[in-house]
């Protein structure tokens, strides 16, 4: 299966500690996305990366959420100094090259489920 | 102001009927694409189906079609004979084509989305 994978899936930590995601996109893809999904709520946008180019970020991304993608394949998404509200499904997703990019679909990993006690 | 608005918080349908989940969305940009995704139990977002807005016609993808009605910017899922395992949580993205900057943004706005039961 060569989908979207995220690790871990499940993360328990105590606030004030800090955690690391990691997102592989489908092989091909050059578009890299991190989203949040809270309880009841549809995702929310965090930041996204063409290639290893962080191209945008959300205002929901204060100094404590930290992104990087290396080498254009894998993303990492460091969440420093972890609080209570930080508690949350974190999803990647990819998306392929291409110039019709407005239709490129993204295709979302299983998701890293945070919980902040 | 919300981009997507989906007013169904749950909707239930009998297997083998279909069942169409609204969704309208808000932007001042000309072109645009709308989606719909899948999210069972398990997590994971499943890519069901796009529209352009520039597309003259409904999309359709197997038994999903998009009623995309441009004028009442509206763009709700068709279900057809529906099965019991369609039953999930239904969301309505839109990717904004220029946005505020002038730039192709990459992001998904999201509505809040439908939980769609089917019972036999």
């Known amino acids: 299966d060569t989908g979207v994978s995220q690790n871990p899936r499940h993360k328990i930590t105590k606030r004030g500690q800090n955690v690391t995601f990691r997102c592989d996109p489908i092989?091909?893809?050059?578009?890299l996305y991190w989203y949040r999904q809270t309880l009841g709520q549809g995702p929310e946008f965090l930041t996204y990366?063409?290639?290893?180019?962080?191209?945008?970020k959300s205002r929901l991304l204060s100094d404590r959420f930290s992104a990087e993608r290396p080498k254009g394949s894998f993303s990492t998404l460091e969440i420093q100094r972890t609080e209570q509200g930080d508690s949350a499904m974190y999803l990647c997703a990819s998306s392929s090259p291409g110039l019709a990019a407005l239709s490129m679909a993204q295709y979302f990993g299983p998701g890293t489920r945070l919980l902040v006690l | 102001a919300q981009k997507i608005t989906q007013t169904q918080p749950g909707m239930f349908v009998q297997e083998k009927e279909a069942v169409t989940l609204d969704c309208t969305y808000d932007t001042s940009d000309q072109s645009y694409g709308l989606f719909w995704y899948k999210q069972p139990s398990s997590g994971e977002m499943i890519f069901l189906i796009y529209q352009g807005s520039y597309d003259e016609q409904n999309a359709t993808e197997g038994r999903y079609s998009l009623n995309f009605q441009k004028a009442r910017k509206s763009a709700n899922l068709v279900i057809s004979a529906s099965q019991l395992g369609d039953s999930a949580m239904y969301f309505c993205?839109?990717?904004?084509?220029?946005?505020?900057?002038?730039?192709?943004?990459?992001?998904?706005?999201f509505g809040r989305g439908t939980q769609l039961t089917v019972w036999p």
């Open positions: 092989s091909e893809h050059n578009r």
């Open positions: 993205a839109m990717r904004e084509g220029m946005g505020d900057r002038g730039s192709t943004l990459g992001r998904l706005y």
């Open positions: 990366f063409q290639n290893e180019a962080q191209l945008e």
